[in-house]
C-alpha cells in the first residue's frame, strides 16, 4: 500500500510566523501535490512536482513556496503566515506517466493560524 | 469557469437504495476520471477511477463515463450507513487534476 505521511495533524502558527509542512512518500512516486481544502471551494492545488528539484505553480500559489531536494519529501512553506492560510493542507502523490496514475492523500495537517 | 462541476448537495437516500452522483467537465480532451471518498476530517481515498467511455463495475460501485457529454456519474448500489461522506469527482486534463467540491451524501438506516 502507497504510504504518505504528512509531519503534523494539527498545527497552530501566529501571524507572520514562518511555518513549514512535510509530506513523505514510500512508493517512489515521482508526482508530488500540495493542496489547500476549504468548505465551499473543494481542493485548490498550491504548488506540485514531478522531480526532485523541480516544481510547478498550481491555481493558488501566492504566500507559499515549496522543496523538494529527495524524491521522496515534498515540503511546503508559509514564509509569513497570514490568518487566510488557516485551512486543511493535503499533500498527495502518483506515479507519471503517459496515463495519469491516481493520486494517493495523505492524512492531512490542519493549519490554524492566529 | 470551473474546469469540474459537483452538485454539492446534500443528497439523501435510504439504506438499501441506490445513490446517483453526478459530474460535468469542461475541458474535452480531459482523459481520466477518478471518484474519491472523504469522511469528515480525513483525507480523500480513491474508490473508482475510469478511462474509457461506458461503465465500470467495482463491487457496489459502478463508474459511468459518457465523454460525448462530458459527465462522469459515480452509483451505490444497497446503500450503507457507512457511505455517508462527501464525494469528489476528479478529472485529468492535460498534466493537471481538477476537483470538483464534492457532493454530500447521506445514508439513512
Known amino acids: 500500500d502507497v504510504k504518505v505521511t504528512q509531519s503534523s495533524r494539527y498545527l497552530v502558527k501566529r501571524t507572520g510566523e514562518k511555518v513549514f509542512l512535510e509530506c513523505v512518500q514510500d512508493m517512489d512516486h515521482e508526482n508530488m501535490f500540495w493542496y489547500r481544502q476549504d468548505p465551499g471551494l473543494g481542493l485548490r492545488l498550491i504548488y506540485f512536482?514531478?522531480?526532485?528539484?523541480?516544481?510547478e505553480k498550481g491555481d493558488i500559489p501566492e504566500g507559499y513556496s515549496v522543496s523538494r531536494e529527495k524524491k521522496e519529501r515534498f515540503s511546503l512553506i508559509l514564509e509569513s503566515a497570514s490568518t487566510n492560510q488557516t485551512s486543511m493542507y493535503l499533500c498527495a502523490s502518483s506515479l507519471s506517466g503517459y496515463w495519469t496514475y491516481e493520486q494517493y492523500f495523505g492524512p492531512g495537517t490542519r493549519l490554524t493560524v492566529t | 469557469q470551473k474546469e469540474v462541476e459537483q452538485n454539492s448537495g446534500p443528497l439523501s437516500v435510504p439504506e438499501g437504495a441506490i445513490a446517483s452522483l453526478n459530474c460535468t467537465y469542461s475541458?474535452?480532451?480531459?482523459?481520466?476520471f477518478f471518484w474519491y471518498r472523504q469522511y469528515s476530517g480525513k483525507s480523500p481515498e480513491l474508490i473508482m477511477f475510469i478511462y474509457s467511455n461506458g461503465d465500470k463495475e467495482d463491487g457496489r460501485f459502478t463508474a459511468q463515463l459518457n465523454k460525448a457529454s462530458q459527465y462522469v456519474s459515480l452509483l451505490i448500489r444497497d446503500s450503507q450507513p457507512s457511505d455517508s461522506a462527501t464525494y469528489l469527482c476528479a478529472v485529468m486534463a492535460g498534466n493537471q487534476f481538477y476537483f470538483g467540491t464534492g457532493t454530500s451524501l447521506t445514508v439513512i438506516p
Open positions: 475541458d474535452r480532451g480531459s482523459q481520466s
Open positions: 512536482s514531478y522531480d526532485v528539484k523541480m516544481k
